[in-house]
């Protein structure tokens, strides 16, 4: 897409979506976008938002507005970072690879996922940071130890250890498109991609060897069906704390941990000696019924009380949605399902234009809200929350 129409027609993440599906087969869209079951801890994720408004004192000044944070000893351009999301090479050649140039340029960080179609290492080669790696707690803890120490040597600056997923959620969109790990191209599926030219044509070379790149051994095959046969055994329900300190006792940089929303998990990660917390239902793919993820971020950062950055990760569409989640307690924000959105219309070019929606639409909210740095955003900056009954603003809508 020429960057004049990328700019005319990519003009929100909702429209990037929209593109998105476009350009797609239904189930590799489907599967990005969906959640689990009914997908009412999906929708609910964007529509907490709409249970706050921004309430500007203007005069304030804000001609000038520093959007960056200090994060880990670094400083990034804004609060907003790109979460982990497996198989985004299925969306783009090199998905992972051009995500982190993307966010390198724009002057953020990224997380890889482990289920990623490119290694760690090639990752790590294209020398964007700050980068963090996202691991698992597997029954193999051997497994858990050699991806642990292989984010180590190759200098990862934050491991992120991902707590909600040790069980596979019901992706009802997946069972109906036929799409599973790895995916099996039916006649339905090869008929969706031969009328999805674009997107077939790029990935005609790529689709025979998309595969699990960290999970490939020496000597072992790499096919795909059997990679995701081992992650599935590999994944260790009886996870618990313990596992979290064998972590911390291993992993000498900042140590993240993905999926909590419950005050009395956030609390006892501080003192477990945790470096950072990501509020997080896994994007609604997990748990239906869970809460929002901005619904429990109050609570979560008052537990905290300000000892460890806490993230949000969650139903962020807009620049608004990022100052609402710092005026709540948040450090930061990350982003999922946009990141594959992004690279489904234009590879590297689109993750940019993703980030560069977000900086443009925070920036100009605290423009016209009267912030001239992240440090001025706190909770008097918002109305007191509007219950659903009493919304005074219309929800988002959402198109399957």
């Known amino acids: 897409m020429p960057a004049l129409d990328l700019n005319r027609r990519g003009y929100s993440i909702d429209a990037m979506r929209l593109l998105a599906r476009g350009v797609l087969p239904r189930f590799a869209f489907d599967f990005a976008d969906g959640g689990a079951e009914d997908e009412w801890t999906l929708r609910r994720n964007e529509a907490a938002f709409d249970d706050f408004a921004i309430v500007p004192k203007p005069l304030n000044g804000a001609g000038e507005r520093d959007l960056s944070i200090s994060l880990f000893g670094r400083r990034i351009s804004m609060p907003l970072l790109v979460g982990p999301t497996g198989l985004a090479g299925l ?46 707690i ?69 689709l025979p060897r998309i595969t699990f790149g960290n999970y490939v051994r020496p000597g072992e095959t790499s096919d795909m069906k059997t990679l995701a046969g081992r992650m599935a055994s590999l994944l260790d329900p009886a996870m618990s704390w313990t596992d979290v300190d064998a972590l911390r006792a291993l992993w000498r940089g900042p140590l993240i941990l993905k999926g909590i929303l419950h005050p009395d998990e956030a609390r006892e990660a501080v003192e477990r000696g945790v470096d950072g917390i990501i509020v997080s239902n896994h994007g609604g793919r997990q748990l239906d019924g869970a809460p929002g993820s901005l619904d429990m971020l109050p609570a979560v950062a008052q537990a905290v009380d300000g000892r460890i950055p806490v993230f949000l990760d969650g139903g962020v569409r807009r620049g608004a949605d990022i100052v609402k989640a710092i005026a709540l307690g948040a450090t930061a924000c990350l982003i999922g399902r946009p990141q594959l959105w992004g690279l489904a219309v234009a590879g590297e070019r689109g993750m940019a234009h993703v980030l560069d929606i977000y900086r443009r639409e925070m920036d100009r909210v605290m423009g016209l809200a009267g912030l001239r740095s992240v440090d001025e955003i706190g909770p008097d900056l918002l109305n007191p929350p509007a219950g659903p009954s009493a919304r005074s603003f219309p929800p988002r809508t959402f198109i399957k």
Request: hydrophobic residues 40%.
């Open 91 to 136: 969306f783009w050649p090199r998905g992972e690879e051009c995500v982190a140039r993307a966010a390198a340029a724009a002057g953020t960080g990224f997380c890889l996922s482990h289920g990623s179609v490119c290694t760690l290492e090639d990752v790590a080669g294209v020398g964007a940071s700050p980068r963090w790696m996202q691991v698992f």
């Open 138 to 206: 597997y029954r193999d803890k051997e497994f858990t130890r050699e991806l642990t120490q292989r984010a180590q040597q190759a200098n990862y600056d934050a491991l992120v250890l991902t707590i909600d997923n040790q069980h596979l959620g019901k992706r009802e969109r997946d069972i109906r498109n036929g799409f599973g790990i790895p995916p099996r191209f039916g006649p339905v599926a090869l008929a969706e991609m031969s009328l999805k030219t674009g997107w077939f044509w790029r990935m005609r070379t790529e």
